[in-house]
């Protein structure tokens, strides 16, 4: 069975300061892995998502991952953050291939930003 | 065009009691999943169907239980309710089976006391 661990549980950042939150995953086969975003009062909305090709994905709201498959890692950036990227951050993998449907969560970071 | 709706939104709910919780997918999804998330952690796979058959589930015990309905929509339900069953349940729909496109609900927050 796969987890997901992420590394921070609470990151306080100044506006214009750069994010970068940890996310390591443990599974043997291959992944699809995702990055979830819940603001304050929210549902959680997708912000990007790796399935293969170019490890270096970019999402939503400026936001990009890098998948190191050597290191098991999918880490969050964001050159700038902004006020309004305050909320809790969610890493997500799913085994890769038929008959697997379930995402496995991380504990998820909360994010906060300080004008 | 509405998102993934659920309710109640807030419920709460006596030790030993049983809870069905509802969810209407966005239009023209036919796949419904159910996670919970208990305070400070990530969500947690329960359930998932897919034009009405169970695709998967979770580790949680038989007091759990799921149906899809021919309008895709779908109930979770839980018998025998313990305090630590008190968690946010989110409900998240997507158009395949897979999680690709997944939109989730806001979800609904069960108390147990």
């Known amino acids: 069975a796969q987890s997901v661990s992420q590394h921070n549980h609470h990151v306080i950042l100044s506006e214009a300061a750069s994010l970068e939150l940890g996310c390591n995953y443990s599974?043997?086969?291959?992944?699809?892995l995702f990055w979830y975003v819940q603001y304050p009062g929210q549902h959680l909305q997708l912000l990007l998502k790796?399935?293969?090709?170019?490890?270096l994905v970019k999402g939503i709201k400026g936001f990009e991952a890098e998948f190191i498959k050597s290191k098991f890692s999918f880490n969050l950036r964001k050159p700038s953050v902004q006020w309004s990227d305050t909320a809790e951050y969610f890493c997500a993998v799913k085994a890769s291939g038929a008959g697997s449907y379930q995402l496995t969560f991380g504990k998820g970071t909360k994010l906060s930003v300080i004008p | 065009d509405a998102g993934v709706t659920q309710s109640p939104t807030h419920l709460i709910k006596t030790r030993g009691q049983h809870v069905t919780l509802r969810c209407s997918p966005i239009s023209g999804h036919k796949s419904v999943s159910w996670y919970q998330q208990v305070l400070g952690q990530g969500p947690q796979f329960i359930f998932q169907?897919?034009?009405?058959?169970?695709?998967g589930r979770g580790n949680f015990p038989d007091r759990f239980s799921a149906r899809q309905f021919p309008n895709y929509s779908s109930e979770l339900n839980v018998n025998a309710l313990l305090l630590g069953d008190s968690a946010l349940y989110l409900c998240?729909?997507?158009?395949?089976?897979?999680?690709?496109?997944?939109?989730f609900g806001s979800g609904t927050r069960l108390t147990v006391v």
């Open positions: 998240a729909s997507s158009a395949s089976g897979g999680p690709y496109g997944y939109t």
């Open positions: 599974y043997g086969g291959t992944v699809n």
């Open positions: 790796y399935f293969s090709g170019d490890p």
């Open positions: 169907y897919y034009e009405k058959e169970e695709r």
